[in-house]
């Protein structure tokens, strides 16, 4: 849940945006959190998967928010392999990557999370999400994962 708050002539108003939040962090929601099973169960294949089928949606396709909030997650997974900082995951994160990291083929999936992220940001239901709150600590997330990416 992220709550915002506004004064509207003296009163405080609370936004709510319902989509089982808790912070702007890669893992720090519902979707992300339940996804890492998949990556623990599957390994490089539930991330690859998972980018995708965010990737390859075309402009028509309406990207969802559980899906969104799942390829950041693999995106993430991503990241910390390429560059070891694994300061943005979450612990289930962490004990699943140890338990894969002797068989990641990095070079096939930089691109596929570069893609999905770019995918997530031009047009998805997760930005709008944010969007409708104060995204702008979501922004900055994005912003270095897409760093760490390149």
Do not use: C
Request: overall charge negative; glycine content about 4%; charged content about 30%.
């Amino acid at each position: 849940m992220i709550a915002s708050n506004q004064s509207v002539l003296g009163y405080v108003v609370l936004k709510v945006v319902l989509m089982g939040a808790w912070g702007s962090g890669s893992f720090e929601n519902d979707d992300a959190a339940d996804w890492v099973y998949q990556f623990d169960d599957s390994g490089v294949a539930a991330v690859e998967t998972t980018l995708r089928k965010v990737y390859e949606l075309t402009d028509d396709d309406y990207l969802e928010a559980p899906e969104a909030s799942e390829a950041v997650a693999a995106a993430e997974i991503v990241a910390a392999m390429r560059d070891s900082d694994l300061s943005q995951l979450s612990d289930d994160a962490r004990k699943a990557l140890a338990k894969h990291q002797a068989t990641w083929d990095n070079s096939s999936v930089s691109d596929s999370a570069r893609l999905a992220i770019e995918r997530i940001l031009q047009q998805s239901e997760l930005k709008e999400l944010w969007e409708e709150g104060d995204d702008s600590k979501w922004v900055a997330a994005m912003a270095r994962l897409q760093s760490r990416l390149r």
